[in-house]
């Protein structure tokens, strides 16, 4: 779920609206707008928060939700969305979707929901058929349990690899004979600007719109305040007086000075992390020469750390000024989270989505 729609939904149950019904999205075959984990809450008067795909499924979704309001019981619904079926529309999307409904009632189910707001990982895992019961992992360790006994271990098994991924992703799976849908909640990425001038505010605001925890790091305390940088990590210091363990495997780090010399310093600190992405800002002659700078100092240039390195950042749309550069670089960082290249849809072969 993106991190806006997380806050509708935990903003609707914290106002008391339990005696909705929450739908989630389990499984998706073939083409579809959501993938697998997207929720919905469905209250009392069938109103909704949330979605689950571009407004096709939630009429009918909502009217299911009613009954499973009445019976108390969950109910998995399948949709196939090329069929006529649904409403006589002929959707066309040549795929198909499952939606799980169930009482906001389970206290497991609860605590997930509670866990969304931080920053900790966590998971919930959901017999749907062939086995009963449910697991939730949260603060390093488990709780609830599920029958068989071999459904429980191999759901643990494969729940904890599932988080230890770079981005973890909702998935329904077969276990020990059973269906089993692992739901996780992965830590914000942290986007890392080094660099405080004007065109680092609309990055920063950006990216904290999309969930990211968001560090400015800068030695002018004129640039970098609360006032241009609301809700951020602000660190004021120079290159060379940089913490250990500023950038780790979740930090995703521009490089934007503006200062020749604070850039080759700070891409060295850069180049000794563990961060999965380094965008530098500007033009290819001018990393080239802080890339020779940092070749006499005893850096190696090899293939490991130039995929690491992203120059010039951002995807190739025209940008202009700083907006469009914010737009241009938080895409590139989003496409290399997830494991993409970035370019036009049209060009690529196959499914929009990775399995």
């Keep these: 779920m993106a991190p806006s729609e997380v806050q509708s939904l935990l903003q609707a149950l914290a106002q008391g609206r339990r005696q909705g019904i929450l739908a989630t999205l389990v499984r998706v075959r073939g083409s579809a707008y959501r993938r697998e984990g997207a929720k919905m809450l469905v209250l009392p008067d069938a109103t909704t928060v949330c979605s689950l795909s571009g407004g096709c499924l939630e009429p009918d979704v909502a009217q299911r939700a009613l009954e499973v309001m009445e019976t108390g019981r969950p109910l998995r619904v399948a949709y196939d969305l090329e069929e006529d079926t649904v409403w006589g529309l002929g959707l066309g999307c040549g795929g198909s979707v499952e939606v799980y409904l169930e009482p906001l009632r389970d206290p497991l189910l609860l605590a997930f929901l509670e866990s969304l707001r931080g920053e900790e990982p966590s998971l919930l895992a959901t017999a749907l058929s062939g086995g009963e019961g449910r697991l939730l992992y949260r603060e390093g360790r488990w709780e609830g349990r599920m029958e068989p006994r071999a459904l429980e271990e191999g759901t643990k098994a494969l729940g904890e690899a599932l988080l230890a991924a770079q981005t973890p992703r909702a998935k329904l799976l077969e276990v020990a004979g059973a269906e089993v849908f692992l739901d996780p909640h992965a830590p914000p990425l942290e986007l890392v600007l080094f660099g405080g001038g004007h065109d680092a505010i609309p990055l ?32 004021l210091a120079h290159p060379e007086d940089l913490p ?27 180049l000794r992390s563990q961060a999965p992405y380094i965008g530098v800002l500007g033009p290819r002659d001018r990393f080239q020469r802080l890339q020779e700078a940092l070749e006499k100092e005893g850096f190696a240039f090899g293939p490991e750390a130039m995929a690491r390195i992203h120059n010039p950042v951002g995807l190739d749309i025209g940008a202009e000024g700083p907006e469009e550069i914010a737009l241009s670089v938080l895409g590139e960082v989003l496409a290399v989270s997830r494991g993409y290249e970035g370019g036009s849809l049209r060009h690529r072969p196959g499914k929009i989505h990775k399995a």
């Design 244 to 270: 250990e363990g500023l950038l780790g495997p979740q930090s995703y780090a521009v490089i934007m000075n503006h200062h020749l010399e604070r850039d080759r310093k700070t891409l060295a600190y850069a």
């Design 204 to 235: 920063a605001q950006l990216a904290r719109r999309y969930g990211f925890k968001v560090t400015v790091v800068d030695p002018r305390a004129a640039y970098v305040h609360e006032g241009n940088f609301p809700g951020c990590r602000l660190v």
